[in-house]
């Protein structure tokens, strides 16, 4: 029997691979966050898949961080803020093999998980899929998109990429994940914040030009200076064909304020302004830009870190 894929966080995309990987008839257990919790979703009777406007249940066994057993392979699916903390709670049961693929947003929770972690092997993820939550336990597949999976420090493939796909999760082993993830938190800068600040999708910024233009140049500068030039390649043109492509989809961040949810501000725009920090780099747009949102969700009520 094939080593069964534990899920730690029952978020849009945690939910979206569980349900994939059950579908495609592999052992998936789901960790929630505790007795309540496993509770709600046992009432639920499981997992639910919107596809197409195709609706499809799996009966996902459950657990808690507190369950018995080994777990070998992790997927750690929750957001940046809370991966060190969720993990933390499931060190113990960690098999002296166990590998855990981090699929946070921005930079920083996966050095942090990793240091936690010694013994096991941890793979970082750089995703564009899209997904969103439309009911408790259920997810709607938003967007086909594409994993990039790697280990800086051990670049041999998994073998259990089959399972990927044979899940039909669309994949690619990257030999240099770092390039993935910067160029992936450069997008989110130049994207997320201003559609925050602007209140509008994705398309509204292609208004803004000269802002978007003006942020691509100095997170180029960070992206060169951090020695990943191949990240900051043509950003401003990604950039812009990103926002054309997902011209009526609301950014992530944007969900995440009209839902009065944490953002992962610390993770994407405090990391760039951070290490612009260090390399004593003078960035005063992307600096007033985190200035501006931190302002903006202080004003809300929502939590700046």
């Given at each position: 029997?094939?080593?069964?894929?534990h899920?730690l966080?029952a978020?849009?995309?945690g939910?979206?691979?569980?349900?994939?990987?059950?579908r495609a008839g592999?052992?998936?257990?789901?960790?929630?966050?505790?007795i309540?919790?496993?509770?709600?979703?046992?009432t639920a009777?499981?997992?639910?898949?919107?596809e197409?406007?195709?609706?499809?249940?799996?009966?996902?066994?459950?657990?808690?961080?507190?369950?018995?057993?080994?777990?070998?392979?992790?997927?750690v699916?929750?957001k940046?803020?809370?991966?060190?903390?969720?993990?933390?709670?499931?060190?113990?049961?960690?098999?002296?093999?166990?590998?855990?693929?981090?699929?946070q947003?921005?930079?920083g929770?996966?050095?942090?998980?990793?240091?936690?972690v010694?013994q096991?092997?941890?793979?970082?993820?750089?995703?564009?899929?899209?997904?969103?939550?439309?009911?408790?336990?259920?997810?709607?597949?938003?967007?086909?998109?594409?994993?990039?999976?790697g280990?800086?420090?051990?670049?041999?493939?998994p073998f259990?990429?089959?399972?990927?796909?044979?899940?039909?999760?669309?994949?690619?082993?990257?030999?240099?994940i770092?390039?993935?993830?910067?160029?992936?938190?450069?997008?989110n800068?130049?994207?997320?914040?201003?559609?925050?600040?602007?209140?509008?999708?994705?398309?509204?910024?292609?208004?803004?030009?000269c802002?978007?233009?003006?942020?691509?140049?100095?997170?180029t500068?960070?992206?060169?200076?951090?020695?990943?030039?191949?990240?900051?390649?043509?950003?401003?043109?990604?950039?812009?064909?990103?926002i054309?492509?997902?011209?009526?989809?609301?950014?992530?961040?944007?969900?995440?304020?009209?839902?009065?949810?944490?953002?992962?501000?610390?993770?994407?725009?405090?990391?760039?302004?951070k290490?612009?920090?260090?390399?004593?780099?003078n960035?005063?747009?992307?600096?007033?830009?985190?200035?501006?949102?931190?302002?903006?969700?202080?004003?809300?009520?929502?939590?700046?870190?």
């Amino acid at each position: 029997m094939s080593t069964p894929w534990h899920i730690l966080g029952a978020g849009s995309l945690g939910t979206l691979w569980a349900t994939r990987l059950a579908r495609a008839g592999l052992p998936v257990r789901l960790i929630l966050r505790d007795i309540d919790r496993l509770h709600d979703y046992a009432t639920a009777g499981g997992l639910t898949l919107v596809e197409q406007g195709v609706a499809s249940s799996y009966a996902i066994p459950g657990e808690t961080p507190d369950s018995p057993g080994p777990i070998r392979r992790l997927l750690v699916a929750c957001k940046a803020y809370d991966a060190e903390s969720a993990v933390a709670g499931i060190t113990h049961r960690l098999a002296p093999d166990a590998e855990l693929i981090l699929l946070q947003n921005g930079l920083g929770s996966q050095e942090a998980v990793a240091a936690q972690v010694p013994q096991a092997r941890c793979i970082s993820a750089s995703s564009t899929e899209g997904a969103f939550r439309d009911g408790d336990w259920r997810v709607v597949f938003a967007g086909h998109g594409y994993t990039w999976l790697g280990d800086a420090g051990h670049p041999v493939a998994p073998f259990w990429l089959d399972d990927l796909e044979a899940a039909k999760i669309p994949h690619e082993w990257s030999a240099d994940i770092l390039t993935r993830l910067w160029r992936k938190l450069a997008l989110n800068c130049a994207i997320n914040p201003l559609t925050v600040l602007h209140d509008c999708r994705n398309g509204g910024l292609q208004e803004h030009h000269c802002e978007v233009a003006t942020l691509c140049a100095e997170l180029t500068e960070l992206l060169e200076r951090c020695g990943q030039p191949a990240a900051a390649d043509n950003l401003q043109q990604e950039v812009e064909r990103v926002i054309q492509a997902t011209a009526a989809n609301f950014s992530s961040m944007y969900q995440d304020v009209a839902n009065k949810r944490r953002t992962e501000i610390s993770y994407l725009l405090g990391h760039a302004c951070k290490v612009a920090e260090r390399h004593q780099l003078n960035l005063p747009h992307l600096k007033q830009l985190q200035q501006r949102l931190t302002a903006h969700l202080h004003s809300l009520g929502l939590p700046v870190d």
